[in-house]
């Protein structure tokens, strides 16, 4: 079983930039995927940055955000960059264990609570 805390997430204006963190329980994050999904009121989940033995990018994000993980820490990091408004959502850590990362939601076993990222115009 493994547990998800997400925390970083808040109210910035367009341009901005903000570092989202997932925090994971157990002693074997090592051999979890994990990856970010964003789900907008009305939206899918939708699939943004994963990262295992390799690491992949939504498309809307690619070149703006940055997905890293220290496994010493249980930790997962999204750095995002150049924000827009397009990027309000609710944020959402996921983990798998398997050392590639899936890029579909239902892949996933374990979800955090999700943070909320507000960005304004």
């Known amino acids: 079983q493994v547990q998800l805390v997400e925390s970083g997430g808040g109210l910035v204006q367009a341009g901005d930039s903000l570092r989202l963190s997932c925090a994971a329980s157990g002693r074997t994050f090592s051999s979890y995927a994990m990856g970010w999904f964003r789900q907008a009121p009305g939206k899918e989940r939708e699939f943004v940055a994963a990262i295992g033995d390799f690491i992949y990018y939504g498309d809307s994000v690619k070149g703006r955000f940055l997905i890293s993980r220290d496994n010493a820490k249980n930790t997962v990091s999204l750095r995002m960059n150049s924000l827009k408004p397009d990027d309000t959502a609710v944020y959402y850590c996921?983990?798998?264990?398997?050392?590639?990362?899936?890029?579909?939601?239902?892949?996933?076993?374990?979800w955090g609570q999700g943070t909320q990222v507000t960005v304004s115009s």
């Open positions: 996921a983990a798998r264990e398997s050392r590639w990362p899936p890029l579909t939601p239902d892949k996933y076993d374990y």
